[in-house]
């Protein structure tokens, strides 16, 4: 009896076959974007603990300069090798811009010194040779060349209209994760640079280890491993990419129970007609969890193949950011791992449970004769939109509940999901009161019936609408908080890059380039900044040191301060903190703080400023304090102001010649712009992507859902046309539902959107990273997002009645029953 019973219930996908796309649709793509997250993830995290990694071998030993911009000179590398280390390598890194002005990181080898280090031979290693030998290739690693759109043989245009290559296009994904690698001496005849961004070196004894550092001289420092420190940094980050995964996995969910729901319903006729016959609730129950338990499967399989391709989209990205912010080199080669898979059937199941446990349990004990009756799911959908209004009130006290807890990162994401889930389950309850109104308020005959109609349809359309209504909020929270960041790092960049070059030359020759700086026409201002790194067991911690010129004074971002802050921070025991350190320590102005050795006790905070470009702690002390400490050590710099009108270029190139410094210590202000806005534009690019792809599954999900459910309401069009009612006022019925439907969510969404956004930075954001920020508003952004959705709804509701005008109306009626 079982058989039977199972074939005419999945018999009705036959006759719905838009259904099956839709419960496959959510399923798969939610969890398909989870999974997503997920391997990026783990990747990031298992390259963290690998360290760096070239040509399949690791080399978790990274020797550097502790001064920011300092190289490693290549005589203590020739030492190294001279004294038996032959497990260490030099690496040089290079960023190059490209005429299209995307930048990539060149990373420049030894191929003779690497090979004798590599701990077996295979396919790389010949590789290695083919960079010195003309016309001096490229490698790139197949996920790169395919994310930046390149072939094998392809030349590189420089900005400076250099050609480099050709590229080699490589299948092992482990030379170096989002970077191209080429001879050292490739990049000397780009860059012209001495020296060496690193020397890594592998696995060694801890015998080798002890006589490496013994060797190393003051100023160098190896970094072991980078799992200790990129996972702290990083945990951020991830969290909010994870977070971005579970809301898409959510609003896949909502469409899944959507599907179901709609699919039970339209079977309640059938159901009734089985049990009047003797087919009994275990056997329905029985044949439905098969079928359920089918999608889930489905889902899976779909959900983690699609996941591990988007996975693999995503991750150059995500890598690319990481090596920016972080310094972190992640593998862009992506396994599937079976965690993931148990942790998708297991939040699959669950979702599962959730979104069909309702509708089933509804659906077999219903009494047979209702059932069999035609009995809609409509003479119910108002009991259940006002039962998850009253749900909707108690999450809505949860919220209030989590917001007068302690701020912090994992409540800022409860509170923003508790948010999220109450407008989703109160929207279809307002939405459907605000119909019945209406066709009570109306006089008009025709209107009224509209208003009745369009609440009635909400039984099938609710779900996929508070789906929508949820993944466009999403959408529009983020958009305003990565405007709203962009917009503000701009302008803080603008205010903290107040001159005109920035130069990081050698203690050595400091003084007289100071000199010889304060002499030349055209420079209007020299300001001198020292700066030093203090390890402390709560991090690490940048000290700058800053004049007293009012121009300097007007080049701090200040967020709240003392009265007369700048004098007290020039004259007395005071110093400036930044945001981020200031949050995290839970200073203000005024407090007296014990600072880190040598500092020592009993320091006055004068005054709080924004910092975006900082993931540690600062503070700001004045030249006179400096002094007192350090005298004239640590790394210095210099800001240089030219008088109005004159060109940078010029000085930089006699600066450069005559002192002997290398490109990459002298900057100017337009080139840092630059470069700070392409990070910050591709930092927030993942985030933006995973935004634009749960408002993507929202929109398929409701297209299908309204396709489908118009398709089921076929039988009723059809009467109408006998009626008498033409194809355009069918169009209009149908259409003119979906747009008020549509019109009214996107007017819900926006404010939550707006509400979700501000949560974001004042609760999210500030506890993450420790920035806080004006929220800015984007109009036209709203406007787009908005009315794209809006057309794709349109289209939904045409398609419909656009098959049944084609027809003649005595077919369309019977091809219904």
Avoid at 623 to 646: C, T
Wanted: with cysteine.
């Amino acid at each position: 009896m079982s058989k039977p019973v199972a074939k005419a219930l999945w018999g009705h996908y036959r006759r719905h076959p838009f259904q099956i796309l839709l419960v496959w649709l959510g399923l798969t793509l939610g969890i398909a974007l989870l999974i997503g997250v997920m391997a990026i993830n783990q990747q990031a995290r298992e390259s963290y603990r690998q360290g760096e990694q070239l040509f399949d071998n690791p080399f978790p030993y990274r020797i550097r300069s502790l001064q920011s911009g300092m190289k490693v000179p290549q005589g203590f590398y020739i030492d190294l090798r001279r004294a038996g280390f032959k497990e260490c390598v030099p690496i040089d890194e290079h960023r190059i811009t490209t005429e299209q002005q995307r930048d990539f990181e060149l990373l420049g080898v030894d191929p003779i010194a690497m090979f004798s280090t590599l701990k077996s031979t295979g396919p790389s290693q010949p590789q290695l040779f083919d960079l010195i030998t003309p016309p001096y290739p490229i490698l790139i690693g197949e996920q790169l060349a395919r994310y930046i759109g390149v072939q094998d043989g392809e030349m590189i245009t420089l900005d400076d209209g250099m050609n480099i290559g050709p590229l080699r296009v490589v299948s092992d994904e482990r030379i170096g994760g989002p970077r191209m690698i080429a001879d050292m001496a490739l990049l000397r005849q780009i860059s012209r640079s001495s020296g060496f961004t690193a020397v890594i070196c592998r696995e060694m004894s801890s015998e080798r280890i002890r006589d490496l550092e013994a060797k190393l001289p003051s100023g160098m420092g190896m970094d072991v491993n980078q799992s200790a420190t990129l996972e702290p940094l990083t945990n951020a980050f991830h969290l909010n990419l994870f977070a971005m995964g579970m809301l898409s996995f959510v609003v896949g969910l909502f469409i899944f129970y959507q599907a179901m729901s709609l699919s039970l319903s339209q079977r309640q006729p059938l159901v009734g007609l089985l049990r009047q016959m003797g087919v009994s609730g275990y056997q329905l129950s029985g044949a439905l969890a098969i079928e359920i338990l089918l999608w889930v499967i489905l889902g899976l399989v779909g959900g983690n193949l699609l996941g591990l391709l988007l996975a693999q989209q995503l991750l150059p990205s995500v890598a690319a950011t990481l090596s920016d912010l972080y310094g972190a080199n992640v593998n862009l080669a992506i396994e599937w791992h079976w965690q993931w898979g148990l942790a998708s059937l297991a939040i699959a199941v669950f979702g599962s449970v959730l979104a069909c446990g309702w509708p089933a349990l509804r659906l077999i004990k219903t009494q047979p004769l209702r059932l069999a009756t035609r009995m809609s799911l409509i003479r119910i959908s108002g009991r259940e939109f006002a039962f998850q209004a009253i749900i909707s009130c108690f999450f809505i006290g949860a919220a209030y509940g989590v917001y007068q807890l302690p701020h912090g990162q994992t409540a800022g994401f409860v509170l923003i999901a508790f948010i999220l889930v109450a407008c989703g389950l109160m929207m279809p309850f307002i939405l459907w009161q605000f119909f019945r109104l209406l066709a009570k308020v109306v006089k008009a005959a025709r209107l009224r019936w509209f208003f009745s109609d369009a609440a009635a349809s909400l039984s099938y359309r609710g779900v996929a609408a508070m789906a929508f209504m949820l993944a466009l909020a999403s959408n529009i929270g983020m958009e305003t908080m990565v405007g709203s960041f962009r917009y503000t790092t701009e302008n803080w960049l603008g205010q903290r890059l107040a001159a005109d070059i920035y130069v990081r030359p050698p203690l050595s020759v400091a003084t007289r380039l100071e000199t010889w700086l304060e002499q030349q026409p055209e420079v209007d201002q020299v300001w001198r900044r020292w700066r030093k790194e203090l390890d402390t067991h709560k991090g690490i911690v940048e000290l700058r040191s800053i004049g007293h010129s009012q121009g300097e004074k007007a080049a701090m971002a200040v967020k709240v301060a003392t009265p007369d802050y700048w004098a007290k921070t020039h004259s007395q025991r005071a110093v400036m903190v930044s945001e981020s350190m200031a949050l995290r320590e839970g200073w203000k102005p005024g407090d007296i703080v014990n600072l880190p050795a040598p500092l020592g006790k009993g320091w006055h905070i004068s005054a709080v400023y924004y910092d975006y470009g900082n993931p540690h702690g600062q503070l700001l002390l004045s030249q006179r304090n400096w002094q007192k400490l350090w005298q004239k050590k640590g790394a210095v710099g210099f800001a240089i102001h030219l008088k109005e009108g004159e060109s940078p270029e010029p000085i930089m190139a006699r600066m450069g010649e005559r002192f002997r410094l290398q490109p990459e210590r002298v900057r100017n202000n337009a080139e840092l712009m630059n470069q700070a806005m392409r990070v910050f534009d591709r930092t927030f690019v993942v985030t933006s992507t995973l935004g634009k792809l749960t408002l993507f599954i929202s929109v398929c999900g409701l297209f299908v859902a309204t396709v489908a459910g118009e398709v089921s309401r076929q039988r009723q069009f059809a009467l109408l046309r006998c009626m008498g009612m033409t194809g355009r006022e069918l169009a209009m019925l149908g259409g003119g539902q979906l747009f008020i439907i549509g019109l009214l969510t996107a007017l819900m969404a926006l404010p939550l959107g707006l509400v979700l956004a501000q949560l974001l930075i004042d609760v999210v954001l500030k506890y993450s990273f420790g920035w806080t920020m004006e929220l800015y508003f984007f109009p036209s952004q709203y406007l787009v997002s908005l009315s794209a959705a809006l057309v794709v709804l349109l289209a939904a509701g045409a398609w419909p009645v656009w098959r049944l005008v084609k027809r003649s109306a005595i077919t369309s009626l019977r091809e219904s029953f």
